[in-house]
């Protein structure tokens, strides 16, 4: 118990945590009959989460020193327990969001202390094989989301992919706080530790974050040039602005702007915000186009995804033990190119066309994930002065986040316009928030199933737009130097800095999640 029991306890959250990232995905037309829900509640049923892990993720990893490691996991663990019991009690798509946030602040306390706890109990080979296992579990959730997510909607119902986390949230904090030993970082001491933590810039951040993502939620609705878009993203770009000037005079900085200056770490982040996003954020659109044009089951259509999972998995193991002497600038640059040449190869669907020509692209977004996961992060520490590590790892995981979040609205916005050029406005919403099966009566089959494939046609392209330009930026900024005899595929292997979320994933291999 003592060697396996901390390492279980912190992977039971980590499971959760990554696997509420997908798993809600082929639930969502159940949603929307069940909740009367539309295309932006759909869209803030799955960003509300992101968004809320990635706003307070640094912030809450600095409180997490102070306040000790293990406490702030427990509690993290069980907001995150009771927002998926009143996810499960959801009376209507305002309530669903606002819970889903409330999972993301309790994800975030979760992630931010899940390597520093693991760094606080193992040492040496056996921190090795304890980060295997926690990378083997994350890509493993990441996997087993859209299956598990498809089985529980198809069986008991949507609401179980939140009530099962009950159970599992029990087990890990008994667990944590038998066999877990609590743990502070260096500035847990002190005469004013709280003043140590950066709580304006985690405010301006999190300002930011959800302005923008509103911003593009309401362009898809209202148009690009409407009154309520041009005001959010004004005040994206005023939280934005006071974010920097907050992190210019912060003592402790979330983030020192300084590192702006070097290209390599300005084009890993760049890469990092656009490589979830491509590569997942067309998801919950195609999940949306099987179940409720083609008739698809929840189960059938969680299975399509494997392609993109399988691929993940496999070549992510293998670039792991192969690659340890390949600049990261290819992994990364050549991983988001094969991402973008996925998506694009996936824009091919017409009113006839069914799931299996989604097949090839969804296989090479796979093999790009499989490059880009287990080194970005890895990257990113290599770009950045040792004292700098944690927060280039936080600063990674933060913007991979948001990217998905922004991915998921944008291309949302996208599908919709590129449906509004066939449809009225009400009908194109409508067909793009699963409501295909209410226009069957005044629309004919042929006009349902172009209109959607031509949405996702263009929601594919601006994918792989995003993705292939990610992919030039980073082959063009990113210049590190070349790894060291026994380092990892990226040639840095990163300390376990205290209070941050310092990725490891150049260590682990299996990193698939969005």
């Known amino acids: 118990m003592r060697t396996w029991g901390p390492l279980t306890a912190v992977c039971l959250g980590t499971f959760m945590l990554l696997l509420d990232v997908t798993i809600a995905v082929v639930a969502l037309p159940d949603m929307a009959r069940a909740l009367h829900a539309s295309l932006s509640d759909l869209q803030w049923v799955i960003d509300g989460y992101a968004l809320a892990l990635a706003a307070l993720l640094l912030g809450v990893g600095a409180a997490a020193d102070i306040l000790g490691r293990r406490r702030v996991h427990v509690a993290g663990v069980v907001l995150f327990a009771v927002a998926s019991l009143l996810c499960g009690l959801a009376s209507g798509p305002g309530m669903l969001v606002a819970a889903r946030g409330l999972q993301g602040v309790g994800a975030a306390a979760m992630f931010a202390t899940t390597l520093p706890l693991l760094g606080s109990v193992y040492h040496g ?10 990378g083997a579990v994350s890509g493993g959730a990441a996997a087993v989301g859209p299956v598990l997510g498809g089985v529980l909607t198809e069986g008991p119902g949507w609401r179980w992919i939140f009530f099962v986390n009950l159970p599992v949230s029990v087990a890990s904090v008994w667990l944590t706080l038998r066999v877990v030993p609590e743990s502070r970082g260096p500035r847990g ?29 309401r362009a898809g609705t209202d148009g690009w040039t409407s009154a309520v878009t041009a005001g959010s993203f004004g005040l994206a770009a005023l939280a934005l602005l006071c974010f920097v000037l907050v992190e210019r005079r912060a003592v402790h900085p979330l983030l020192d702007l300084s590192l702006l ?44 995804l494997l392609p993109l999972t399988g691929a993940s998995v496999v070549v992510a193991i293998l670039a792991g033990k ?26 091919v669907l017409d009113a006839g066309t069914g799931w299996t020509v989604l097949v090839p692209g969804l296989v090479l977004v796979g093999i790009g994930t499989g490059f880009v996961s287990p080194a970005i992060a890895g990257a990113a520490l290599a770009a950045v002065p040792a004292e700098r590590a944690g927060m280039a ?122």
């Open 261 to 304: 200056r070097k290209p390599a770490f300005v084009g890993v982040m760049l890469g990092a915000l656009a490589f979830n996003g491509a590569a997942f954020g067309v998801i919950p659109y195609l999940s949306l186009w099987m179940q409720t044009v083609l008739g698809m089951s929840p189960v059938r259509a969680g299975l399509t």
């Open 125 to 134: 080979r056996q921190r090795s094989a304890a980060l295997g296992v926690w």
């Open 393 to 514: 790892g936080g600063a990674v995981n933060t913007v991979r986040q948001l990217g998905y979040a922004l991915g998921v609205t944008l291309f949302g916005a996208v599908l919709t316009s590129r449906i509004q050029e066939t449809l009225p406005h009400d009908a194109a919403h409508t067909l793009a928030g699963g409501g295909a099966e209410a226009l069957r009566g005044t629309l004919s089959e042929h006009t349902v199933r172009a209109a959607f494939a031509s949405g996702l046609n263009a929601a594919s392209v601006a994918a792989g737009v995003t993705g292939a330009v990610a992919g030039a930026l980073v082959l063009v900024l990113v210049r590190t130097r070349r790894p060291a005899p026994g380092a990892g595929p990226t040639g840095v292997l990163p300390p376990m800095s205290p209070g941050r979320t310092d990725s490891v994933e150049i260590t682990v291999s299996k990193l698939t999640e969005p």
């Open 189 to 217: 001491a002190g005469s004013r530790p709280w003043a140590t933590i950066d709580w304006a810039g985690t405010v301006a951040f999190a300002g930011f974050a959800g302005a923008m993502t509103y911003a593009v939620v």
């Open 322 to 347: 192969l690659l340890h002497g390949v600049p990261a600038r290819l992994t990364i640059g050549g991983g988001l190119l094969l991402i973008g040449s996925g998506a694009f190869c996936q824009a």
